[in-house]
Every structure is written in C-alpha cells, then in structure tokens.
C-alpha cells in the first residue's frame, strides 16, 4: 500500500512539473518534480543558512526593476458573468503580489483563456493567464509557453521565485525551500482555494501564468509562489473548464498600495 502510494506521489509531481511549468511537454524532462532544484545543494553545507544570507548571495537587484504590493489588494475575476473574488497579498509577497496587480491594472489577464484544467485522478489546479490566448486566431499549442511582454522592452517580464518562512521578516528571493535548507513552513500555503505563479524549472521564471489550487496542495509548499486566496466565488473556481476566458480582472480595493519599481 505505501508502495502504490509513493508511486502515485510521484505521478502527481509529474504532473505537477508539466502542469506548472509554463511550458510545452517537449520542454520539461519528464523526471523532474517540483523540488528538482535541490541538486544545487550537493556542494555546499549541512547547516541552514538564514534568509537575508541567502538573499544577499542570490537575489542581483532584480526586485528593485519590478512593481511592489505594500500592504493587500482585492481583485475581483469574473468568468462566464461570475465573479471571483481574491485577496492579494503583499505583506507576505510583495513582488509577486505587485506583479500580478499590475498586470491586472494593465489589462492583461482579460479575455485570456484557462488553458489548464486539472481535476482528476484528484482535484489539482486550474491555470490560466498567458496572454498569447487573447487571440482566437493563436494556436491553442503555444497557450501556456508564454509571458508579459513589456512594450518599453520588448522582452519578457520575469519574477524572482518569492516565498516567506514563517517567523522570517523578508521571503527567500530565487531558491526554492529544499535548495536554500529552508525547514519551516511558508506563511502563504497551498491551500483550497490558494492562487499562486505558474513557471517552468528556473525558479525565476514566472511572468503573467497563474492558478487556482483545486486542494490542499502542500507538496507545492516551498516551490511555487503562493500570494493570494480566494475569498470568495470558490464555486465558481471549481465550474472553470479548460477553454473558459476571463471576462474581466479588476482591482477593487488595495489599489493605492501598488508602488511602481524603482
């Protein structure tokens, strides 16, 4: 029985690499898993590290070029008419946090497609948000591989991985908690109802891609980027099908707590 188990563990965290990854099958090994970034670690030492430590060794400036959340926002996703309402939360994620409500801001997210709908063998995520799905006319084979694009750039806007350990006062920028020996619980979870960034196997991958976790799903905890919940229209979350579009994503409270990068 705990044979059969651990096998179906590791199907699931398959799927979860395919799932997740922000890429196309053909570009995620099929034996990676959510935490495959820890063999980084095999050369450095037993003993943990704290946070800031490991910030001040990893983390080049990147959230400085990046809007922040100071603070918490409410955004309101209506899909098929149906709203969905989810606290965004910047006290614990202030870059991700800030990146998602920006893009919010700038439209991006509307009329986008869900492009992943994963409810079986067990209730798993719904993905959305890769703004290539806009367009009716794009092939449904490229939704899921792409990002934001800044027009002042004309390349991809990409996030550090950010997760906070509980009784930390900054999250870990850029490893995932097995790479940086990390051994607490996050303060933001994957919990029923939990929304956090979608990215490929480079933890400072995620763009505009994002889910709603369909369950408790807590071996994600310490990969992925949790910086919301739905706090309202989980129903509505659980009626999403592969193919639906959001109508709409407005920010309707929290707005002013949005502070532009540096």
């Known amino acids: 029985m705990r044979l059969k188990f651990s096998q179906f563990l590791v199907a699931f965290l398959i799927i979860g690499s395919l799932i997740l990854g922000g890429c196309s099958a053909q570009e995620v090994s099929l034996n990676s898993s959510p935490g495959s970034t820890a063999v980084e670690t095999t050369t450095t030492t037993a003993e943990a590290t704290s946070v800031s430590e490991t910030n001040s060794e990893s983390n080049s400036g990147m959230t400085n070029s990046l809007p922040r959340l100071e603070g918490k926002a409410t955004v309101v996703i209506t899909v098929k008419g149906s709203p969905i ?17 920006d893009l919010v801001q700038k439209g991006v997210y509307d009329n986008t497609v869900f492009h992943r709908v994963v409810r079986q063998p067990q209730p798993f995520v719904v993905q959305g948000g890769d703004p290539q799905s ?33 009784g930390e006062a900054e999250p870990l ?72 579009r959001i109508d709409s994503a407005k920010v309707t409270q929290g707005a002013e707590n949005l502070k532009a990068a540096q």
Do not use: C
């Open 85 to 101: 309402t989810v606290e965004v939360d910047g006290t614990n994620a202030p870059i991700t946090a800030g990146n998602f409500i």
């Open 134 to 166: 806009k367009d009716p006319k794009s092939s449904q084979q490229l939704w899921g591989t792409g990002g934001y694009i800044d027009p002042k750039t004309g390349t991809e806007r990409r996030i550090p991985l950010e997760i906070k350990p509980k």
């Open 173 to 244: 920028y850029g490893k995932t908690f097995e790479s940086a020996r990390v051994m607490v619980a996050p303060e933001l979870q994957h919990k029923q109802g939990a929304v956090a960034m979608a990215r490929s196997q480079q933890p400072d991958s995620a763009s505009s891609q994002f889910y709603f976790a369909l369950a408790d799903l807590g071996f994600l905890d310490g990969n992925y980027a949790v910086f919301g919940q739905v706090t309202q229209g989980f129903d509505v979350v659980n009626k999403i099908q592969q193919g639906d």
